[in-house]
């Protein structure tokens, strides 16, 4: 971290010692990786009580009742917005803080900067759940939490796009991608403060009316949360998979697809935009080369053995949920079908991703510590995988008529996804407690 290092010397007069930098290199890496665990603790807590806990509990009304819209809108929604930006969405904000590399290089009080996002991103988060579930002075709580989301990402966006490279070579392809989601980031969280404030002095309460709900979960899900995974995918996957070289040209098409189905559900032409999705879904996997025979073994020291499978299944739900969102728009009675295709993207496959993806990095990343447990991460890998077939299924069934004993299933699949993320945080935080084995990699 020369930059640090150099401002140290000339303060002090004299060149720093080997032992000197060392000790600092390992100060700023400990205190960075202290802003991760926080960040991803954070999104742990998201995960199981505001986002999982109520998600089962408003599934088990339904199931109990047999009616899809027997739970509140505000309520559901409140779940849906805890898992995609408590959750994931400071998963993302960490990660990407994590990795600046002039945060190594900087004094310390350049950590108050995330440290200021994490306060306004979780203030934020935490405030449109309560908004949502009690109601307390709705008109401008709801608003107000949609902007300090807004501000915790553009101190985040102005700080990352604050960096660049020495190199004059042109960006990896992959970074091309992760831009475009953050630019989907931004466009969901802009759309989010337009939409609550509107409801704020027009509706009679906190919930998105039904047809813009639609609309904005796609924003939410595909163009924001799917290309960051398929960005992360082309950086991680070749190496930790062993596949060969990804097609470049490929995913930038899958990337322009995407986001021509993302656009043209925004204006209300769903069949055009389940078409946009399910193609582009289709060319991703074909430039990742997920199911192509890798060129050399997929390295699994240090998490199950199981991790390709699971990160191959995860692409595999991905399809399922664009062809199901493709059968939604042409059908009559669409209601279960598109829940069904939610759950297999949102479950299927970005949970699936966390769950295989975070538990390779994220023990390396703080604070070069080994994943506590890899039997637990098969545990909640396969019960995650279980869970949201039971889900998908049964939702189709049950919602749909096609079979009254579907509807108990229901409450089966819901306990069965929770089991799966309370092991995925049990194993994540103990290994958070555990002893590092050295310096985080720079």
């Known amino acids: 971290m020369p930059g640090l290092a150099t401002r140290?010397?000339?303060?002090?007069?004299r060149p720093l010692t080997a032992e000197e930098i060392f000790e600092i290199t390992r100060a700023r890496e400990t205190a960075l990786s202290r802003l991760l665990v926080v960040y991803?603790?954070?999104?742990?807590?998201?995960?199981?009580?505001?986002?999982?806990?109520?998600?089962?509990?408003?599934?088990?009304?339904?199931?109990?009742?047999?009616?899809?819209?027997?739970?509140?809108?505000?309520?559901?929604?409140?779940?849906?917005?805890?898992?995609i930006f408590g959750w994931i969405g400071t998963f993302i904000l960490g990660i990407?803080?994590?990795?600046?590399?002039?945060?190594?290089?900087?004094?310390?009080?350049?950590l108050f900067i995330p440290w200021l996002c994490w306060g306004l991103w979780t203030a934020g988060v935490a405030a449109r759940w309560l908004t949502n579930v009690y109601q307390w002075h709705w008109r401008w709580m709801l608003p107000f939490s949609a902007a300090l989301e807004l501000a915790a990402?553009?101190?985040?966006?102005?700080?990352?796009?604050?960096?660049?490279?020495?190199?004059?070579?042109?960006?990896?392809?992959?970074?091309?991608?992760?831009?475009a989601a953050s630019l989907g980031l931004l466009?969901?969280?802009?759309?989010?403060?337009?939409?609550?404030?509107?409801?704020?002095?027009?509706?009679?309460?906190?919930?998105?009316?039904?047809?813009?709900?639609?609309?904005?979960l796609v924003l939410s899900t595909w163009g924001f949360l799917v290309p960051f995974v398929w960005g992360f995918?082309?950086?991680?996957l070749p190496v930790f998979l062993g596949l060969r070289p990804i097609r470049e040209r490929a995913l930038l098409w899958a990337v322009a697809l995407n986001s021509a189905g993302v656009l043209t559900a925004l204006a209300g032409w769903?069949?055009?935009?389940?078409?946009?999705?399910?193609?582009?879904?289709?060319?991703?996997?074909?430039?990742?080369?997920?199911?192509?025979?890798?060129?050399?073994?997929?390295?699994?020291?240090?998490?199950?053995?199981?991790?390709?499978?699971?990160?191959?299944?995860?692409?595999?739900?991905?399809?399922?949920?664009?062809?199901?969102?493709?059968?939604?728009?042409?059908?009559?009675?669409?209601?279960?079908?598109?829940?069904?295709?939610r759950h297999a993207l949102t479950v299927g496959f970005l949970a699936t991703m966390v769950f295989s993806i975070g538990q390779r990095v994220l023990p390396a990343f703080s604070g070069m510590r080994l994943l506590f447990s890899t039997k637990l991460m098969f545990l909640g890998l396969l019960l995650l995988t279980?869970?949201?077939?039971?889900?998908?299924?049964?939702?189709?069934?049950?919602?749909?008529?096609?079979?009254?004993?579907?509807?108990?299933?229901?409450?089966?699949?819901?306990?069965?996804?929770m089991t799966a993320v309370t092991i995925f945080a049990v194993n994540l935080l103990c290994t958070f407690a555990s002893r590092p084995t050295g310096l985080a990699p720079m």
């Open 8 to 13: 140290l010397e000339r303060q002090q007069g």
């Open 187 to 216: 466009l969901n969280l802009l759309v989010n403060l337009g939409a609550t404030l509107y409801i704020a002095a027009r509706a009679a309460g906190p919930a998105f009316p039904a047809e813009f709900d639609q609309r904005y």
């Open 233 to 236: 995918s082309a950086k991680w």
């Open 270 to 341: 769903m069949t055009s935009a389940a078409g946009a999705l399910l193609i582009g879904m289709v060319v991703v996997c074909g430039a990742l080369r997920l199911f192509e025979a890798p060129q050399q073994a997929a390295k699994v020291k240090g998490v199950h053995r199981s991790f390709p499978a699971f990160v191959r299944a995860a692409y595999l739900w991905a399809m399922v949920a664009a062809a199901l969102g493709m059968w939604a728009v042409f059908s009559a009675n669409p209601l279960g079908i598109w829940g069904a295709s």
């Open 40 to 83: 991803i603790t954070t999104g742990l807590f998201f995960m199981l009580l505001p986002g999982t806990f109520l998600g089962v509990w408003n599934l088990l009304a339904i199931s109990a009742r047999h009616a899809a819209d027997s739970v509140t809108p505000a309520w559901i929604q409140a779940h849906g917005h805890a898992q």
């Open 96 to 110: 990407g803080f994590y990795s600046i590399p002039k945060l190594r290089r900087s004094d310390p009080f350049a």
């Open 153 to 179: 990402f553009l101190i985040f966006f102005a700080t990352v796009s604050g960096h660049r490279s020495k190199e004059s070579a042109p960006p990896q392809r992959w970074v091309l991608v992760v831009a």
């Open 386 to 417: 279980a869970g949201c077939l039971l889900r998908v299924s049964s939702e189709i069934l049950a919602y749909q008529g096609f079979a009254g004993w579907a509807w108990p299933w229901l409450k089966v699949s819901a306990i069965t996804e």
